[in-house]
């Protein structure tokens, strides 16, 4: 019995125990892995093989990322410059930090106009009120003498809101005493730039970010309108342009092509060049209105596509406004007529469009007939009665 139990141990340590998993635990089954065995001294456990790797020979660049080849960047196109002409007509544009932003965007209105060049005489800190900082009564005589310009622009006002050296007294701003003698320094510019019977513009403020500075500024522009128009010059009104539909200031708004872009700088003061260029639409359309020999040039401009830059008049008050009636192109009759447009001569009336006849005398246009507002009677036809017959 002793030789049996010997053999049963020593089968037993002999037996193959594998070990459970915590999966096989929960989940039961044996999977897959190497055996083991309980006793080590009788049977060790073997070595894993190592795996051999297959012999690999490194290609040359290999591991390296593959560059592309570099493409020659293509040079940027030159920006067209326009060469001015010899006999260019000058602006002078003279003020203080806005007439310079108004400069700016000036140039860039007239870049491509050969016949007109932008002339800017700036000082940001001045005004009408510190002469013993910046005089311009004193200075624009000789920016006039030098330059030689066909229109003079003044843009200023911002720096004003200040006490004033009124005699040997300092005057507190907006008052009274205040209000007069800015009203007296406005209207001795205005007639200064006048005296050469130049064309002179005098561009408002627009509206700013501090609601007290607004404020002012809707004053001076009241007073910059009265004044430069009673020397016969032109006030020309840019608020509209900086404010929203409310009337209220914007810092983003629609630039002169219809997009929504930034037009003032965080300050709430300064223009951006879509705000520069936005400011100087207002005043272009006036200089070119006065300048129209050289907005129009003969010569063909540079990257234009053979266009040339066009001014068009509005037609005399005295003009004989001729209507005609639209006719069909393929069927004449189908309007109550018999030939095509142009076969004979227009009737030109009294001269006067239907809307002056309109608004002058009250007189309405006669429709044509068969028009859906052609409400006039036509002549009945006769109706001949039939005979009732009676049973």
């Known amino acids: 019995m002793l030789t049996v139990s010997l053999f049963a141990s020593f089968a037993e ?15 039961g089954g044996l999977t897959r892995e190497r055996p083991t065995y309980a006793d080590r001294d009788y049977y060790p456990e073997q070595p894993r093989p190592k795996r051999q790797r297959q012999p690999q020979q490194r290609q040359k660049g290999q591991g390296q990322q593959k560059q592309k ?13 326009v060469e001015k002409a010899p006999d260019a007509k000058k602006v002078l544009v003279v003020g203080d930090f806005m007439a310079g932003s108004l400069g700016d965007g000036l140039k860039t209105a007239f870049e491509m106009t050969p016949g007109i060049t932008i002339e800017t005489r700036a000082n940001g800190s001045s005004g009408l009120v510190r002469e013993d900082y910046f005089n311009w009564p004193g200075t624009l005589p000789g920016y006039v003498g030098d330059v030689k310009p066909s229109v003079i622009i003044i843009s200023l006002g911002a720096n004003d809101r200040q006490q004033m050296q009124i005699g040997s007294t300092k005057e507190k701003f907006r008052s009274d005493l205040w209000t007069e003698e800015y009203r007296k320094r406005v209207n001795a510019l205005a007639a200064l730039a006048r005296k050469e019977k130049l064309p002179v513009l005098w561009v408002g403020m627009p509206p700013f970010q501090s609601a007290a ?6 004053t001076f522009n009241g007073i910059y309108r009265e004044e430069i128009e009673k020397v016969g010059g032109q006030f020309v009104d840019i608020w509209d342009g900086f404010v929203d539909e409310g009337g209220k200031f914007v810092l983003t708004g629609s630039d002169i092509n219809g997009q929504q872009v930034r037009l003032r700088g965080a300050d709430g003061v300064n223009l951006t060049k879509a705000g520069k260029r936005k400011l100087a639409f207002y005043v272009e359309k006036d200089i070119r209105r006065l300048l129209g020999d050289a907005a129009a040039t003969d010569k063909n401009v540079p990257g234009a596509d053979e266009l040339k830059d066009l001014v068009v008049t509005a037609p005399l008050g005295n003009e004989d406004i001729v209507k005609t009636q639209p006719i069909g192109l393929t069927d004449p009759a189908l309007d109550g007529a018999a030939s095509l447009l142009g076969s004979a001569a227009p009737d030109k ?3 006067k469009s239907p809307r002056d006849l309109l608004v002058g005398k009250g007189d309405v246009a006669a429709a044509p007939a068969g028009r859906v507002d052609d409400f006039r009677l036509s002549k009945p036809n006769t109706v001949i009665s039939k005979p009732v017959i009676r049973n």
């Open 349 to 351: 009336g009294n001269g």
């Open 213 to 218: 500075m607004t404020a002012d500024m809707v």
């Open 69 to 81: 080849p570099k493409v020659a960047d293509t040079p940027a196109p030159a920006p067209v410059v």
């Open 13 to 27: 340590a002999q037996e193959r125990v594998q070990r459970r998993t915590l999966f096989q635990m929960l989940f």
